[in-house]
């Protein structure tokens, strides 16, 4: 294979590669996000404005239901009955009727985001699947970008979108992924259905009171009130870091969800 075909194979795995193993029905696709300038919405005060972020595959739909079975169905130590209460909490997959059983095999059940599992079970998966959590950074700058934009603030509508959505509670049953339009990249659902884990979700704790206190004591949980907030419009991402400050990594939530990141690999001649 001469070296123009192999250039030609090596972007067109990068542009869009299929997931080795995990989803059930086999529909989710990595996506890369290209290399850019992130401008985070709240910083500290030694933080850098702006931060430079590497072209990275990320998943367009979060991990569902199916494909988490099939995770645990071959990872035994992550089921529901046999995880250890270190990396997950009693509420761990609460929403299955066992450890092999989600309750339905009707592809909606099967089709909703995997919800009720902790960052440690994630992070296990993500590295099942070859890849791993996207960092805050990557998230926030793969969510930033609108439907027909890589600016979110150049789309208004959408934005306006994703503002209601961030003021309506969750609803009993979520609806399956990928219903939500994707965005400039390609990637469904990161406005519209479930918070996600992100691999350094701790990055923006405080202490309790950022009025008085110097250091950073992580078992205390505060909105981010001593940071500078860059953007004092931009509600959802406040909520994002206020709620991921609330976390602890064995935590799981019933609207809380994720999905895998991956590194490109640089092409070597």
Avoid at 56 to 66: E, I, K, S
Avoid at 164 to 188: C, D, E, M, Q, R
Avoid at 244 to 250: E, F, H, T, V, Y
Avoid at 253 to 268: C, E, S
Wanted: proline share 7%.
């Amino acid at each position: 294979m001469n070296s123009s075909l192999l250039r030609l194979v090596l972007v067109l795995w990068i542009g869009i590669h299929v997931v080795p193993q995990g989803s059930a029905a086999g529909t989710n696709t990595s996506r890369t996000i290209p290399g850019g300038i992130h401008r985070p919405v709240l910083r500290g005060p030694d933080d850098p404005r702006e931060i430079a972020v590497p072209a990275f595959g990320l998943d367009a739909l979060p991990v569902t239901n199916g494909d988490f079975l099939e995770f645990v169905r071959q990872q035994p130590r992550w089921r529901r009955s046999q995880v250890k209460r270190l990396f997950a909490d009693e509420n761990y997959l609460r929403h299955w009727q066992g450890d092999l059983d989600i309750g339905s095999t009707n592809a909606q059940v099967l089709g909703q985001p995997v919800t009720h599992v902790s960052w440690f079970a994630a992070k296990a998966y993500a590295a099942w699947r070859g890849g791993r959590l996207p960092t805050t950074t990557e998230w926030e700058y793969a969510a930033s970008a609108g439907l027909r934009t890589a600016m979110l603030t150049n789309d208004p509508a959408y934005r306006r979108q994703i503002v209601t959505w961030y003021s309506t509670p969750s609803p009993a049953s979520l609806p399956p992924v990928g219903l939500t339009p994707a965005n400039f990249h390609g990637i469904h659902d990161l406005h519209g259905l479930v918070w996600e884990w992100t691999s350094d979700f701790n990055s923006a704790l405080v202490t309790g009171d950022s009025r008085g206190d110097t250091g950073i004591d992580r078992q205390l949980f505060c909105g981010a009130g001593a940071m500078d907030g860059a953007a004092r419009d931009d509600f959802p991402t406040y909520l994002r870091y206020g709620f991921r400050s609330s976390l602890k990594a064995a935590y799981t939530v019933h609207n809380l969800g994720f999905r895998v990141a991956y590194n490109l690999a640089p092409y070597t001649p």
